[in-house]
């Protein structure tokens, strides 16, 4: 299984996600009035997806999980370039900061970062910070599921891709507990490959502190999760084999 996707809640799939093409340069799989899907390529083979559904009203639930955009040298202009594609400052009490905080075309928090030795390889996206109770725990967790492996960086916690390429996975002390019946407006999904078992790997994310949630949502193709800190996450089936 690996780490494939970024899920976003979205009022207009395209507005957002096109939104998000531009500012990080990435490709389009699929563009629908309900669904954007984007690939960010980190290494070889590897990707990671952004993938904007269509919600039927604004999840105002905290962000939990966010995007820290690379800005280094270029933090100014490159914030700049995005206030141009529609995104706006944003004062969430952060105070004085080195990082940029805007919300994009949706009200969406995210930041485009300083300079940090830690953002080498990166490419545009830079971190995803992601709430935690517990980082030294929830990271062993991440780590077993997505097969990140460790890597420096400034929290207390972080996980990259093998390649040591592409973004951070940011294990970041939570300001307050998961609200349980708050649903995140931005999640991870994870793939699973041909040969895992769905069963077994569900048995595992429970002995490690997570828990299956179930929805009222009909019929899915996926499974939902939480993590042991409550932030949600689904699991996907394994591709179909081709004919």
Known sequence: MFLENLGIDALDPLRVGRFWEAALGTTTLTAEPDILE???????????????????????APQRLHLDLRGGAEQAEIAQRLRGLGADDLDIGQGAVPWTVLADVEGGAFCVMEEREAYAGTGPLAALPLD??????????????????EAPGVAPRTLRHPSLRG?????????????????????????????????????????????????????????VFQDPSGNDFCVLPAP???P
């Open 38 to 60: 984007t690939r960010l390529q980190i290494a070889g083979e590897a990707y990671l997806d952004l993938c904007f559904a269509r919600v039927p009203e604004r999840n105002e």
């Open 132 to 149: 935690s109770a517990e980082p030294e725990r929830d990271a062993e967790f991440w780590g077993w599921l997505s097969g990140w492996v």
């Open 167 to 223: 973004p951070l996975l940011e294990l970041c002390r939570e300001p307050a507990p998961k609200r349980a019946e708050a649903k995140n407006p931005i999640h991870l999904d994870v793939r699973l490959e041909a040969g895992d078992d769905a069963d077994e790997i569900a048995a595992g994310i429970a002995r490690r502190g997570g828990r299956e949630m179930h929805p009222d949502w009909g019929i899915l193709p996926w499974r």
């Open 240 to 242: 179909a084999a081709a």
